[in-house]
C-alpha cells in the first residue's frame, strides 16, 4: 500500500502511496493500510495518524 517515513535531516514526516528509491537519512515508521485514494487527487490533504494496538 504506502510507507509513513521520517526523513531525519529536514525533520519532516512523508508519505510514499507509491514506488519510490531509498534516501540516506529516511527512516521507516509504519505503513498506510487505508485512505490513499486521497493523496491521488490534486490539491491540499490532511491526513490524521493514529498508533493502532497491538
Not at 493523496?39 to 497491538?54: D, H, I, N, S, Y
Given at each position: 500500500?504506502g510507507d509513513?517515513?521520517?526523513?531525519?535531516?529536514?525533520?519532516?514526516?512523508?508519505?510514499?502511496?507509491?514506488?519510490?528509491?531509498?534516501?540516506?537519512?529516511?527512516?521507516?515508521?509504519?505503513?498506510?493500510?487505508?485512505?490513499?485514494e486521497a493523496?491521488?487527487?490534486?490539491?491540499?490533504?490532511?491526513?490524521?495518524?493514529?498508533?493502532?494496538?497491538?
Open positions: 500500500m509513513l517515513t521520517y526523513y531525519a535531516p529536514w525533520g519532516n514526516l512523508a508519505l510514499f502511496y507509491g514506488a519510490f528509491r531509498y534516501s540516506a537519512g529516511l527512516i521507516a515508521l509504519g505503513k498506510l493500510d487505508a485512505g490513499l493523496f491521488r487527487t490534486a490539491g491540499p490533504v490532511t491526513a490524521t495518524l493514529e498508533v493502532l494496538p497491538q
